[in-house]
Structures are given as structure tokens and as C-alpha cells.
């Protein structure tokens, strides 16, 4: 039986996709996040056996799945948002490969998409910003690659989507007001579409004492760039005059 790395959205039950519930239905065993999704979502897979996976480590998590398969079990390892963003999938899936175990994706609403819908932005407006680096920031984690400095994605002005960052917040706005100026617009949104959902929405001048002031710790996404102000121009695609024929 191969193993299922399902994509469980920002976290709300219903922003799952019908693929995603469908195999969560089908599920005797769901390994699932346990810092990051909403206790709805496992309502998709009643009658399975749920593995919190926030304090097991990456050889325990893969045991499990592995013995799982093993005995002709339907296995789910759900991740936060999509499973191509930070979601350890090339790890877990190396190791079952090396275990001679098959695995398959269902991707997912990533968080990202999430905190925009929630604050009514697009994050690539035309004459302000066609682009959007996704990125992270380095704490208690994996070291970044040198090539990927906060300050080389600045220089771009691009929108930043920035995860795992929430705790350093006050450092990287500093780091970023000189390429995006001080009234440069940055929301914050901590578990977007989950009941606990806060939105902040300030600039790098104050956003970080509104972090602060609400004790967001993890679990948030900060959004930055002068997209998520209204104003821009209009795209050449839907423009009346542009030749359709």
C-alpha cells in the first residue's frame, strides 16, 4: 500500500480538497501535525488510528507509516498547507523509498493562498508587483543557503511570503525598510481559516510591536509589499483594446 501525503490546507475542515477527504475517509492510520491543523480536519477520518506527529522525530514518524504499509494499512501523512512547502516530504519520502515503500501527493490550499484570501489581496498586481518569493527565515532551524538572504530577495521588491519567521519579526522588518520603505503594508495572519484566526495589518515601521502586543509565538504567515495596498494598473489581458482575434 503506498502512503498518501495529503496536502490538509491552513487548517480549516472545509478547505480541504474532495480528494484529500476522500482519502482521509479511506484511512486506517492518519499521521497528522498537531501544531498546525485544526481538530476538524481529523473529523474526515473518524475511525482511523491519529498519530500526533509534534513530538516524534523523523525515523519515528517514518516506523510508523512504514510498519502501517507493511500490513496492508491505508496510510495518510497529512501536512500543513501544501506538501511542496516545507512539509519534509523529500526526506520522509527518501527514507521509504530506501524501505521499498510507494507514496503518492494530493496537494493542498498552502497558507499563503490563505492569508491573501483572507485579507481580500492579490499578491501580484499589475505595475507593482508581478512576482512572489516564498521564503523562511533561520532560527532554531535548518541554515538557509547563502544564495537565498533575505536582503537578495529584497532587492527585488517582489511580494515576501514569509513562514516560520513570526518570532523575528522586529529584525526582518528593520532588514527590509530600506528597499521597501517604512509605509511599506505587511499583514500578518496566525492560523488563517482556523477559529483562532488573527489578521494584523500594519507596516514594517509597527507591525512587529503589534506581533508583539499579541504574543504570536508560531503558526502565522507574514505578508509583505506594496500589493497589498489598493492601486496599481490594469491587465493587458482584459483590457478592451488588446486584439482578440
Request: glycine share 6%; net charge negative.
Given at each position: 500500500?503506498?502512503?498518501h501525503?495529503?496536502?490538509?490546507?491552513?487548517?480549516?475542515?472545509?478547505?480541504?480538497?474532495?480528494?484529500?477527504?476522500?482519502?482521509?475517509?479511506?484511512a486506517?492510520?492518519?499521521?497528522?501535525?498537531?501544531?498546525?491543523?485544526?481538530?476538524?480536519?481529523?473529523?474526515?477520518?473518524?475511525?482511523?488510528?491519529?498519530?500526533?506527529?509534534?513530538?516524534?522525530?523523523l525515523?519515528?514518524?517514518?516506523?510508523?507509516?512504514?510498519?502501517?504499509?507493511a500490513?496492508?494499512?491505508e496510510?495518510?501523512?497529512?501536512?500543513?498547507?501544501?506538501?511542496?512547502?516545507?512539509?519534509?516530504?523529500?526526506?520522509?519520502?527518501?527514507r521509504?523509498?530506501?524501505?521499498?515503500?510507494?507514496w503518492?501527493?494530493?496537494?493542498?490550499?498552502?497558507?499563503?493562498?490563505?492569508?491573501?484570501?483572507?485579507?481580500?489581496?492579490?499578491?501580484?498586481?499589475?505595475?507593482?508587483?508581478?512576482?512572489?518569493?516564498?521564503?523562511?527565515?533561520?532560527?532554531?532551524s535548518?541554515?538557509?543557503?547563502?544564495?537565498?538572504?533575505?536582503?537578495?530577495?529584497?532587492?527585488?521588491?517582489?511580494?515576501?511570503?514569509?513562514?516560520?519567521?513570526?518570532?523575528?519579526?522586529?529584525?526582518?522588518?528593520?532588514?527590509?525598510?530600506?528597499?521597501?520603505?517604512?509605509?511599506?503594508?505587511?499583514?500578518?495572519?496566525?492560523?488563517?481559516?482556523?477559529?483562532?484566526?488573527?489578521?494584523?495589518?500594519?507596516t514594517?515601521?509597527?507591525?512587529?510591536?503589534?506581533?508583539?502586543?499579541?504574543g504570536?509565538r508560531?503558526?502565522?504567515?507574514?505578508?509583505?509589499?506594496?500589493?497589498?495596498?489598493?492601486?496599481?494598473?490594469?491587465s493587458?489581458?482584459?483590457?478592451?483594446?488588446?486584439?482578440?482575434?
Amino acid at each position: 500500500m503506498p502512503v498518501h501525503f495529503v496536502g490538509a490546507g491552513p487548517g480549516a475542515a472545509d478547505l480541504m480538497t474532495l480528494r484529500a477527504a476522500s482519502l482521509l475517509a479511506a484511512a486506517d492510520v492518519v499521521l497528522y501535525p498537531g501544531t498546525y491543523l485544526d481538530a476538524e480536519v481529523l473529523a474526515h477520518c473518524p475511525d482511523a488510528r491519529q498519530v500526533d506527529t509534534q513530538a516524534l522525530d523523523l525515523d519515528q514518524i517514518t516506523e510508523v507509516m512504514v510498519s502501517a504499509a507493511a500490513e496492508g494499512q491505508e496510510v495518510v501523512r497529512l501536512t500543513s498547507g501544501d506538501p511542496s512547502l516545507y512539509s519534509a516530504l523529500a526526506e520522509q519520502t527518501a527514507r521509504l523509498d530506501a524501505a521499498g515503500v510507494g507514496w503518492d501527493v494530493c496537494p493542498g490550499v498552502p497558507a499563503y493562498a490563505a492569508a491573501a484570501a483572507v485579507v481580500g489581496r492579490e499578491l501580484t498586481v499589475p505595475l507593482v508587483a508581478q512576482s512572489v518569493v516564498l521564503t523562511r527565515t533561520q532560527a532554531r532551524s535548518t541554515a538557509m543557503p547563502a544564495s537565498e538572504s533575505l536582503a537578495a530577495f529584497a532587492a527585488t521588491r517582489a511580494t515576501l511570503v514569509l513562514h516560520l519567521a513570526i518570532t523575528r519579526t522586529r529584525e526582518l522588518a528593520a532588514s527590509l525598510v530600506e528597499e521597501y520603505g517604512a509605509d511599506c503594508p505587511v499583514v500578518v495572519v496566525h492560523r488563517a481559516s482556523q477559529p483562532d484566526e488573527l489578521v494584523l495589518r500594519g507596516t514594517l515601521a509597527d507591525i512587529a510591536d503589534q506581533v508583539e502586543d499579541a504574543g504570536l509565538r508560531q503558526a502565522a504567515v507574514i505578508l509583505v509589499g506594496r500589493a497589498l495596498a489598493r492601486g496599481g494598473g490594469e491587465s493587458w489581458l482584459y483590457k478592451a483594446d488588446r486584439p482578440r482575434t
